[in-house]
């Protein structure tokens, strides 16, 4: 070929030629072809570019690695991390890790068909797989419930109980914005409801919802946990049991939207109290909604309970079709569930156990990395350090846990933790001051050693 010649990469049925040729077999041959061509495309982009042509053996084994990595875990599982940050619920990283019970329950239920909506007896379409709400109606004495894909949905769904074009009133100090962008306004007002504020940003009382309601001007009040922050100072939030006292004197109803909801007592593990699902129905709300990966611990879901008609009527909506959960994770809600029913998620849920580690225990794990470390290292500056740790994912405002945590100097102390967030073993650290830090409360201890190799792959020996 002489250097003027316009070189153009070969064509399709000559690389599929080859990988026939090499016994490369595919039962949809369009998916094939497809690769080809983008692997071809490429080729053709080098080639305007001035690159020297490819072999077509190599175009052919570009091919093959790419039907390769489409089965590679590494790429279809969202990658593995340790998480180093301390925060339990980070939902940047998937929130909650599972129960065990719950893998098992969504395996199972993935694998085969079963009796999602069918009725045995009849032989005929029943309701609808309902252990993980009878599991919520049996704890929390709730009239029914229902599981949605997640508590947005749940919001969504209870927001249209105001009717279209009714409206829905919500206190000023809760008008919050949950995360993400996502704020109570936009929910509303997406949902077709019109929003009624009363009280103010610092404080709000019973009172302030008397107007509204006995006018008539809402059939719904909304009330937001403020989940993820805390408002200090000269305030004042309208009691649920009075707030629910006048809505169900004028004919209206309560939405309690807990965000975390949690299922167990928080104070006991040192924790300020989380209100329950059970209090708030017990305190007067119809419907409460809360997630089911922030203090329940469990797969992604919104769970609401409440009275039984206003449950139906969310069942009813076109809506909760739209955001009706997997048979995967109905199961591992169920499950997830059970678990709290059967008295063990102190022993079984990650979240709790990952609450009730003890700094002690931490501490002894960070002297053993502290001294492994600086004997791989020779450096004498690789320290422990006393942590605070936010349970994180929008739970507990402003309430920490005590943690141990071992400390890295550096002198680029991004781009050390740049370079630990990459590679086969990811870690996901927190950077204070010069200093990478390996909160070890949110660490599996059998990951003690992964960090140390890192520590000594970053801190080359002094010599
Ligand atoms: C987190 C949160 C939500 C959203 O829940 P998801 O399960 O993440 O959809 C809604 N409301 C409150 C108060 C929250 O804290």
Known sequence: MTTMARARPPSVDRILGILAAEQVEVSERDALVALVRDVLEEERQRLAAGAPPTPDGELADAVTDRLDRLDDPELTIPPHVINATGVILHTNLGRSPWPRAARLAAVAAARSYGYLEFDPESGRRGQRFRAGEDHLVAMTGAEDALVVTNNAAALALAVGLAGRRGAVVVSRGELVEIGGGVRIPDVLARAGVRLIEVGTTNRTRAADF????????????????????????????????????????????????????????????????????????????????????????????????????LVERLRRDPLARAVRPDKAILAAVAATLAVYRAGRAALDIPIWQLI????????????????????????????????????????????????????????SAARAAATLRSGPDRILARIIDDAIVFDLRTVAPFDDGTIVRRIGELAAPRR
């Open 356 to 411: 009730a580690r003890e700094p002690a225990q931490l501490r002894a794990r960070a002297e053993w990395i502290v001294g492994t470390a600086a004997g791989a290292t020779g450096r004498s500056d690789i320290d422990i350090v006393d942590l605070e740790s936010p349970v994180g994912g929008g739970s507990l405002p402003g309430q920490v846990l005590p943690s141990v945590g071992v400390a890295v100097p550096f002198a």
């Open 210 to 309: 008397e107007a509204p309601l006995a006018a008539g001007a809402a059939r719904v009040v909304l009330r937001v946990h403020p989940s993820n922050f805390a408002i200090r100072g000269f305030t004042e939030s309208a009691d649920l049991a009075e707030v629910a006292a006048i809505a169900h004197e004028h004919g209206a109803i309560v939405v309690d939207d807990l965000g975390s909801g949690a299922l167990l007592d928080t104070a006991l593990f040192g924790l300020a109290h989380e209100p329950t699902p059970s209090e708030r129905l017990a305190q007067g709300a119809d419907l409460v909604l809360f997630s089911g990966d922030k203090l329940v611990g469990g797969p992604q879901a919104g769970l609401v309970v409440g009275r039984a008609d």
